[in-house]
Structure formats: structure tokens, C-alpha cells
Nanobody, 123 residues
Framework: QVQLEESGGGLVQVGDSLRLSCAAS????????MGWFRQAPGNEREFVAA????????TYAGSVRGRFTSSRDNAKNTVYPQMNSLKPDDTAVYYC????????????????WGQGTQVTVSS
């Protein structure tokens, strides 16, 4: 079992940057594909970003491409999505996810989910 805990959310202004963290416990995540999803009020959960176990393969949703990046520190068993140039449309609960296979993230069917952290972008 893998437990995922997100942190770093909060209230920011338009154009600000924010770095979230997803700390894993239970197993090392170095070989897991990791992903981020978000859910805004009244909307379905949507894919944001994915990164392969090696970190070399990444996929971003069109709405965040060029603004969001993802890095991982395998020694700390933690993944860090970096969000820049934030917009009000980025307001959502952000969820970390882990999957045995990269496809599991892309199909929004990961093996593990975190509890989420709220990001609010104020104009």
C-alpha cells in the first residue's frame, strides 16, 4: 500500500507561483508513475500532469502546459508540482496519484489517491 499526502495549497493571487508537495509512505515511489489531478466546484476531476517513474516522461494537460512542471525527489519519496502564472481557473482541489503503470495516470485510474489540497487563485 502507498499512502499519499498533499501539502502546500493555499490562497494566492493571479500570476503567483505555488509549489505543492506529495509525500508518499508505505513504499518507495521511485518506480511508480505519479500524477496530479484537480477538481473545481461543480466540475469533474480532471487530469493535470503525469510523470513516469524515471522522471523522463511527462505529460501535461493543455490548460497547464508551459506553466506547470513536475519534479520528484526519490530520496524523500516526494513529488513536487510547480505551478506558475496561476489563473482563477486553476482554483481547485489538487490530488496526487500513483500508479504502477503510466497508462494508469493517463486513464485517470491510478492505484492510489491522496486526499487533496485546496488551491485558490484570487483575482
Amino acid at each position: 500500500q502507498v499512502q499519499l499526502e498533499e501539502s502546500g495549497g493555499g490562497l494566492v493571487q493571479v500570476g503567483d507561483s505555488l509549489r505543492l508537495s506529495c509525500a508518499a509512505s508505505g513504499r518507495t515511489i521511485s518506480t511508480y508513475a505519479m500524477g496530479w489531478f484537480r477538481q473545481a466546484p461543480g466540475n469533474e476531476r480532471e487530469f493535470v500532469a503525469a510523470a513516469g517513474g524515471s522522471g523522463g516522461v511527462t505529460t501535461y494537460a493543455g490548460s497547464v502546459r508551459g506553466r506547470f512542471t513536475s519534479s520528484r525527489d526519490n530520496a524523500k519519496n516526494t513529488v513536487y508540482p510547480q505551478m506558475n502564472s496561476l489563473k482563477p481557473d486553476d482554483t481547485a482541489v489538487y490530488y496526487c496519484a500513483a500508479a504502477y503503470a503510466y497508462r494508469g495516470i493517463l486513464d485517470a485510474a491510478p492505484d492510489y489517491w491522496g486526499q487533496g489540497t485546496q488551491v485558490t487563485v484570487s483575482s
